[in-house]
């Protein structure tokens, strides 16, 4: 249980273990999470928060045919807009009634939630309750607050949504302006942003402004949290301390230049150091665009081949000598294994080792013998 010890509230969930405890807990690995919980409090946050998207998504991990997947995905956007024409009938913001929604847990498994053999496979499906996302309403100066115990998605009046957890706070100032749409957050939300060239939107925290035109990523910025994280599945954004010296130069027109994320990568804010640090996820997924196009079995490939498929398969850069690496054949089949497993077997399979820096993987290797 040591690897989860610098686990955040996305790491949880993309882990197939907690998942499993989650949902079908065994009174084994209910032990093994109290105790773990109990040795680490400071995680208890993230810990609930994770338990609690994972209860929201209430997805079991068989296997679908692409053919049951898409059938699924239909009959959901069909009850969707059904429900969504009756809610325009009169106003849908702060009714007095439960609307629990896992609509926007089921939007991160299609933005690109793709995990190893065993475990979602692309499955994706739309769960709903009592209806679709609460609308955020134009043209307003509103304050959300979800102090419910769990996750809730809220639709922007651009299209966006934020799947928003227990105990955290959107404010939505005024409607979107022409040339920018912004939100303040307290709190962890993941965000899926229609994309719109002519307006960046803006997520703002007490430490940091996340710029982007059009992704899906993740803002954990706890009050209490001595950090803050922002991790991004697809697409890209620009983060930007309050305090970095060319803040509104950055902010201003619709460029994204300076500390850029792209899919897999993440920076972590360390308030008391008001130092950022730029990562992989623990757990890199395949992007979307290669899902089911890129094949890991390897069958003498020039490991400098290898390793490109890997970069392009989830979308990071990984840098090696080329010269030193062309003539070593690899000879394995790696299909079932996440990103962090496969460099492992590949580079002892060629004497070499690996280390991350500033959210790219360098191989280190004399060659081989």
Same mark, same amino acid.
């Given at each position: 249980m040591n690897r989860y010890e610098n686990f955040r509230t996305n790491d949880f969930v993309w882990d197939r273990f907690f998942r499993q405890w989650v949902l079908s807990p065994t009174s084994e690995s209910d032990r093994l999470w109290q105790e773990w919980v109990q040795d680490h409090p400071e995680r208890l946050r993230r810990v609930t928060a994770a338990r609690n998207i994972v209860l929201a998504l209430q997805v079991d991990e068989p296997e679908l045919t692409a053919e049951k997947v898409e059938e699924r995905v239909r009959n959901t956007m069909d009850r969707l807009q059904t429900l969504d024409s009756r809610k325009r009938q009169g106003s849908v913001y702060f009714r007095r009634r439960d609307l629990f929604v896992r609509i926007a847990a089921a939007i991160l498994l299609i933005s690109g939630l793709v995990w190893g053999v065993g475990q979602w496979k692309n499955t994706v499906e739309l769960v709903l309750e009592n209806g679709p996302a609460e609308a955020l309403p134009v043209n307003s100066s509103i304050e959300i607050f979800n102090q419910s115990k769990q996750a809730r998605s809220y639709s922007l009046s651009d299209g966006s949504r934020v799947l928003l957890q227990p105990g955290g706070k959107l404010t939505y100032q005024d409607g979107f302006a022409d040339d920018?749409?912004?939100?303040?957050? &307290? *709190?962890? *939300? #993941? #965000?899926?942003?229609?994309?719109?060239?002519?307006?960046?939107?803006? &997520?703002?925290?007490?430490?940091?402004?996340?710029?982007?035109? *059009?992704?899906? #990523?993740?803002?954990?910025?706890?009050?209490?949290?001595?950090? %803050?994280?922002?991790?991004?599945?697809?697409?890209?954004?620009? %983060? &930007? *301390?309050? $305090?970095?010296?060319?803040? $509104? $130069?950055?902010?201003?027109?619709?460029a994204l230049s300076g500390n850029v994320l792209l899919p897999n990568q993440q920076i972590i804010f360390y308030r008391n150091d008001a130092k950022l640090v730029k990562t992989l996820v623990a757990e890199p997924s395949l992007i979307p665009s290669q899902r089911g196009t890129i094949s890991f079995s390897f069958e003498e490939t020039p490991v400098n081949e290898v390793f490109d498929r890997l970069a392009a398969a989830y979308g990071i850069e990984i840098q090696y000598d080329e010269k030193l690496l062309r003539n070593c054949p690899l000879t394995a089949v790696l299909e079932s294994q996440n990103l962090h497993e496969k460099l492992d077997?590949?580079? $002892?399979? %060629?004497?070499?080792?690996?280390e991350i820096v500033e959210g790219q993987v360098i191989i280190h290797s004399k060659g081989c013998q």
């Open positions: 920018h749409r912004t939100i303040y957050l &307290v *709190g962890t *939300g #993941f #965000f899926e942003i229609n994309r719109d060239t002519a307006r960046p939107f803006m &997520v703002y925290t007490r430490d940091l402004v996340t710029k982007v035109l *059009g992704t899906s #990523f993740t803002v954990e910025a706890e009050d209490t949290a001595e950090d %803050v994280t922002i991790s991004v599945k697809t697409g890209k954004v620009l %983060v &930007v *301390g309050k $305090k970095d010296p060319e803040f $509104k $130069k950055k902010m201003d027109g619709n077997i590949i580079c $002892k399979a %060629v004497e070499s080792r690996y």
